[in-house]
């Protein structure tokens, strides 16, 4: 079975930063890649970044362009977003996933690794 496990959510500053990790195991499958979706309060789920893991390409949502960066240490089985000049409008539960990464938009492939808040105060 494959499972995530997301962690490194927390309260910061606006113009602060974090850094999500997620975990990965039992991805056994060609091509796989890992996507960061959020979702605020009252919105939809968005994807906002992802990673092929033996590609390397990335995808980047205008939103978090040039602030996030998404990546991988397959030894460690683990993609991380590095968020960095954080916005209140930030906040949300970020989930990863596993996904089909292209380099415009990434699809949910529909399994999730439990959620991490990130709170950005103003």
């Known amino acids: 079975d494959v499972q995530l496990q997301a962690s490194g959510g927390g309260l910061v500053q606006a113009g602060g930063s974090l850094r999500l990790s997620c975990v990965t195991s039992g991805i056994t499958f060609d091509d796989p890649a890992i996507g960061w979706f959020r979702q605020a309060p009252g919105a939809s789920r968005e994807g906002i970044s992802c990673?092929?893991?033996?590609?390397?390409?990335?995808y980047y949502r205008d939103s978090v362009k040039g602030r996030f960066t998404i990546s991988t240490d397959n030894a460690r089985n683990t993609v991380y977003l590095e968020m960095n000049g954080l916005k209140p409008e930030d906040t949300a539960v970020y989930y990863c996933?596993?996904?089909?990464?292209?380099?415009?938009?990434?699809?949910?492939?529909?399994?999730w690794g439990q959620g991490t808040l990130v709170t950005v105060s103003s």
């Open positions: 996933a596993v996904v089909e990464c292209f380099s415009d938009y990434v699809l949910t492939l529909d399994i």
């Open positions: 990673i092929g893991l033996d590609s390397g390409g990335t």
